[in-house]
């Protein structure tokens, strides 16, 4: 059993800035991508931010210079600095990690429950 914990979002006014996080915990062996995806209102889930075990990261064009992510292996932790926020980055963020368990080969996905992030104008 794999679980990511988030924390992190809240309300914050346009221009400001947050902070989410993500812990993954259990039976990890391994932890390849990491990343964080978003949902608004009445729209698909979207990539927002996604990074590597090697430290390679992916951008969104709509976030990119002003969203930064990284991660802490050791820890299992994904973080998603979030600075000049507009009110269109209003979304409920998700954390996702593709990892392996002890004694499998094959990598599996989890999934957090969700933080909601709300930028107001």
């Known amino acids: 059993q794999v679980q990511l914990v988030e924390s992190g979002g809240g309300l914050v006014q346009a221009g400001g800035s947050l902070r989410l996080s993500c812990a993954a915990s259990g039976s990890i062996f391994s932890i390849n991508a990491m990343g964080w995806y978003r949902q608004a209102p009445g729209k698909q889930r979207e990539l927002v931010a996604a990074?590597?075990?090697?430290?390679?990261?992916n951008y969104a064009d709509s976030v990119k210079g002003r969203f930064t992510i990284s991660r802490d292996n050791a820890k299992n932790t994904v973080y998603l600095q979030m600075n000049s926020l507009k009110p269109e980055d209003t979304a409920v963020y998700y954390c996702?990690?593709?990892?392996?368990?002890?004694?499998?080969?094959?990598?599996?996905?989890?999934w957090g429950q969700g933080t909601l992030v709300t930028v107001s104008s």
């Open positions: 996702n990690a593709d990892f392996r368990t002890y004694g499998s080969l094959d990598y599996l996905d989890a």
């Open positions: 990074i590597t075990s090697g430290g390679s990261t």
